[in-house]
């Protein structure tokens, strides 16, 4: 109000010489409130321009495309297509968390293997350096030459015939210095475990022909390449443990062939089928329920019975196969059990009972024994312990074990397909050594070996595969 009675004021005064320019007017407006009106005329237009034209059309349309986006982007509007727009953002927010989720997931996965990349390239360096210090490490002195001494006719040092393999006496003829102990080069034995491939390429040795004698008890020489019999029919044979029994008892005969699947929460199927042609062909003639659960692979058949690990328990069991009944039972003492101490590939393998020329056996490991390998041979009959051993070798670094002739065996890995047979560990003198014998997983995740008695060689369950290997030993040493 103020303001208007200085407006009037100026122009009361300059009314004089302002009369053409400038003019001020009062009255009351449609709703009956007084309104001044000031005007003053333009100095360089005659008239005003119309209003409305295209610029204001599209200035129109502009502020509209606005007010939309407005309304849009505050939640104002739901209808039409920017109501369709609301409703995918849902969708589109969960595609991109989706999205972003299988980035990590990636991510995580590439990292991953740029470690294991590290890794191999690790062992690769560790392998060539080891390899050049072998190359650079100098030959052993010159002996004089001596006479050879005569041949020995019992003790298979003498060439074989002509028309034997030249090969079977490698590891026990004389070499060119007169020396008839092993050839083996000392800066071969045991050392770094990723340094074992290399070792079994240059320890390898081919097995015989079966013109000689392989009935003793020797140390194992060579293990030839797996034989496939049969591949299990659904996901419950992934891991499984197939044998026979070496002193068969009526009413089944020695050729009878025994399997059990081990995946599944209910496991107590015992399959029996005639002979190795009728396992081929996947016909088993009679199928046993076992009374208690059975866990892992550790099984074995030994004089008419089945002998096993209950589940989640270090109990033993005997089964009669005649009587189909439970003959004995017997917890193993302080053994692990259900993964406490298992073999490196896992599956609850912490028990695992096996027969040899010496009879029935026990590999497993105690809390005592802080994880290594404990080798107990048991009563067959009562199951008692008889004797134990413990060794030092960590049964979870290992990934299988069989026992030949009171000789325990372990293998290196169960993935690889060339993987080695890498210590032995003897019960009659209970000392162990480093070895290095070829040993092939055809199908790269090998979950059971033991050996088979009743036909002198080792059976294995390979990825869903049943296989055997036949199997060399050397000669057994006098005493």
């Not at 090969?167 to 080069?185: E, K």
């Amino acid at each position: 109000m103020f303001f208007l009675l200085s407006l009037c004021m100026c122009g009361l005064l300059l009314q004089g010489d302002a009369q053409d320019r400038a003019a001020l007017w009062r009255g009351n407006d449609r709703s009956g409130r007084c309104q001044y009106t000031f005007t003053v005329p333009s100095p360089v237009e005659a008239s005003c321009p119309q209003t409305g034209g295209p610029e204001v059309e599209g200035l129109k349309a502009r502020l509209s495309l606005l007010e939309v986006l407005v309304s849009r982007l505050t939640g104002g509007d739901t209808g039409g297509p920017q109501g369709a727009g609301a409703a995918a953002r849902p969708g589109l927010q969960e595609a991109l968390d989706r999205a972003m989720g299988e980035r990590n997931l990636l991510r995580g996965e590439k990292e991953r293997q740029e470690q294991e990349l590290q890794g191999l390239q690790r062992r690769m360096e560790e392998m060539r350096r080891e390899t050049e210090r072998l190359r650079s490490r100098p030959c052993p002195p010159q002996t004089p030459m001596v006479p050879p001494s005569p041949p020995l006719q019992d003790s298979g040092l003498t060439r074989p015939a002509g028309g034997s393999n030249p090969m079977s006496h490698l590891m026990t003829r004389p070499n060119r210095q007169g020396d008839s102990s092993s050839l083996r080069d000392s800066a071969w034995e045991y050392g770094h475990p990723g340094f074992q491939e290399l070792k079994a390429e240059v320890t390898e040795v081919p097995a015989p022909h079966g013109s000689e004698d392989n009935t003793g008890c020797g140390e194992l020489v060579s293990v030839a390449e797996p034989v496939t019999h049969r591949k299990a029919d659904n996901i419950a044979g992934k891991y499984g443990v197939w044998m026979q029994d070496p002193e068969a008892v009526s009413p089944y005969g020695p050729e009878m062939v025994w399997r059990i699947d081990t995946i599944g929460s209910d496991v107590r199927q015992l399959f029996g089928y005639d002979d190795m042609e009728q396992l081929s062909k996947g016909f088993p003639s009679k199928v046993l329920m076992l009374p208690e659960l059975v866990e892992s692979t550790g099984a074995t058949l030994y004089r008419g019975s089945l002998y096993y690990q209950r589940r989640r328990s270090r109990s033993l069991i005997r089964f009669d196969l005649a009587s189909e009944s439970t003959a004995a039972r017997r917890d193993l003492p302080h053994a692990g059990f259900h993964g406490q101490f298992p073999y490196s590939w896992g599956g609850y393998t912490d028990i695992d009972l096996s027969v040899d020329e010496q009879g029935l056996w026990a590999v497993y490991s105690t809390s005592k024994a802080k994880g290594a390998i404990v080798i107990s041979q048991l009563d067959p009959h009562s199951l008692d312990v008889k004797r134990s051993w413990e060794t030092n070798i960590r049964k979870n670094s290992v990934a299988n074990t069989f026992i030949i002739c009171g000789k325990l065996y372990t293998v290196a890995s169960y993935t690889a397909p060339d993987t080695i047979i890498n210590y032995v560990y003897d019960t009659k003198t209970s000392q162990g050594k480093p070895m290095a014998v070829p040993f092939r997983n055809k199908y790269r995740y090998n979950s059971m070996i033991d050996y088979n008695l009743a036909q002198r060689k080792l059976f294995a369950w390979d990825n869903f595969h049943m296989v055997s290997y036949d199997l060399r030993l050397g000669r057994q040493q006098a005493n």
